[in-house]
């Protein structure tokens, strides 16, 4: 896939990066997983049937429906290593494919398949369903895409994991950008909504920490944002941060009429696109916005369109692909495929830690499941950093360092890529 067509995938992967409703909120609130505790930290004791089985969710439809091929295909090179390299205890890895409408249906239906660990769902406001069925059996559920803060918290007893950064880990990237730019000052633009809520937070305490002051913050509805953007300039910040992802480009025609255009601006991901003509000349000229994540290295690209030619896009690919690798893992160190021992030690195999835990010696790096495997063996641990990056599970199943791209616009308000940044804490 070439620079351009990278280009349009981390543009679709940003677009369709998933909001949770009120709805999803609720379920937070009031909904308490099956199990209680924290199986991530448990001792447990073998009792599996010896055939580790991987389910895949499949939740994304219409227009998204793409979202599905490059997790799929991903899960299946996944697979395809492993098995390669032995499989589990000398047995092959299956791969189970949910079947079902939604992502409730679909985990009821792996669990009947007797999975012992789940890939997936793409979409937050899914999760929850999806966490509630598969904790009751004690299997752990690795999303390679759910973004949602509140669900670091959800209870669901350990058995909830995820490869993609929470929406909050951008707000340390957001502000280096500001301060690398000269700032010392910077106004807020959110849009009215739990994603513009959370991130605005963030990026303002992570403003404090670097010395940067904070002198507004404005709400904004889709189609109604030129008070925010009257607000912000009053403010006489030395630059703005947008957190958007509905109306972004209302905002930014705003923010420019009102004076605060080109390199002042700073897009957060749900912000980022292709303007071009849709707005003013050179309104976004040296604006500068983040991607999550990390393009895939060319030798991945070439190895998923081996397993799938007809691939389009390559949206949660690397981190669906990681997702599976930890999960074989973590059996491989449990000796294990039971779902209690996957759980009780992806953190390990990860190379993060957890209070509770004892660290011990830090595992060797390996970025193939082969070559951890071969570390195993050797009596060592591991610690797997794969085509996301590194992984590093925290106590609620969240990666601890999360990988950004950075694109800076030019006088034709198209963007291209500029750099990357890693955010040290992908959660809460």
């Known amino acids: 896939m070439n620079s351009g067509n990278q280009r349009s995938t981390a543009l679709r992967s940003t677009a369709f990066r998933t909001t949770i409703a009120a709805a999803l909120l609720l ?11 924290n199986s991530r930290l448990d001792s447990v004791e073998a009792s599996g049937d010896g055939v580790l089985r991987i389910g895949l969710i499949q939740d994304s439809t219409g227009e998204q429906g793409f979202l599905n091929d ?28 949910g079947a079902g409408d939604d992502a409730g249906s679909q985990a009821m239906n792996l669990t009947a398949a007797k999975a012992d660990v789940v890939i997936g769902p793409t979409d937050s406001s899914n999760a ?36 993609a950064a929470a929406d909050i880990a951008q707000a340390s990237v957001l502000v280096k950008l500001a301060k690398d730019g000269g700032a010392k000052s ?17 990026v303002a305490s992570a403003a404090t920490d670097a010395g940067l002051a904070t002198v507004s ?14 607000t912000a300039h009053a ?30 601006v700073i897009l957060s991901d749900g912000a980022f696109a292709q303007y071009g003509s849709g707005l003013g000349s050179k309104a976004l000229d040296g604006a500068r916005a983040v991607v999550p994540g990390v393009f895939a290295a060319a030798a991945f690209q070439a190895r998923l369109l081996a397993v799938s030619p007809a691939l389009k896009d390559l949206s949660f690919a690397a981190e669906a692909y990681d997702a599976v690798n930890v999960a074989a893992l973590a059996a491989a160190t449990a000796d294990d495929d039971a779902g209690r021992s996957i759980a009780a030690n992806l953190i390990t195999v990860s190379g993060g830690t957890a209070g509770g835990q004892d660290a011990g010696q830090p595992g060797k790096p390996c970025l193939r499941y082969a070559d951890c495997l071969a570390v195993l063996k050797s009596g060592a641990k591991v610690n797997y950093d794969g085509e996301s990056g590194p992984i590093a599970f925290d106590s609620q199943g ?14 034709d308000n198209r963007a291209v890529l500029s750099g990357r940044e890693a955010s040290g804490r992908a959660a809460g």
């Open 27 to 37: 379920a937070l609130a009031g909904c308490a997983g099956a199990t209680g505790g």
């Open 70 to 97: 490059s997790q799929r295909a991903a899960a299946e090179l996944a697979v395809k290593d492993i098995n390669a390299a032995g499989g589990h205890k000398g047995r092959p890895v299956e791969l189970i494919i």
């Open 128 to 163: 929850t369903a999806a966490i509630d069925v598969l904790s009751a059996d004690r299997i752990p559920l690795i999303s390679p895409a759910n973004t949602a803060a509140a669900l670091s918290t959800y209870k669901s007893g350990g058995y909830y994991f995820r490869t």
């Open 186 to 202: 910077i106004s807020l633009v959110h849009q009215d909504s739990v994603y513009g809520e959370d991130v605005s937070a963030a």
């Open 217 to 230: 913050t404005s709400a904004f509805k889709p189609g109604s944002a030129q008070q925010a953007a009257v």
């Open 235 to 264: 403010a006489k910040p030395d630059a703005v941060v947008l957190i958007a992802r509905e109306d972004a480009q209302g905002a930014l025609a705003e923010l420019n009429n009102a004076g605060l255009s080109g390199s002042k």
């Open 398 to 411: 969240d990666i601890t360092t999360a990988n950004f791209m950075v694109f800076t616009y030019g006088a």
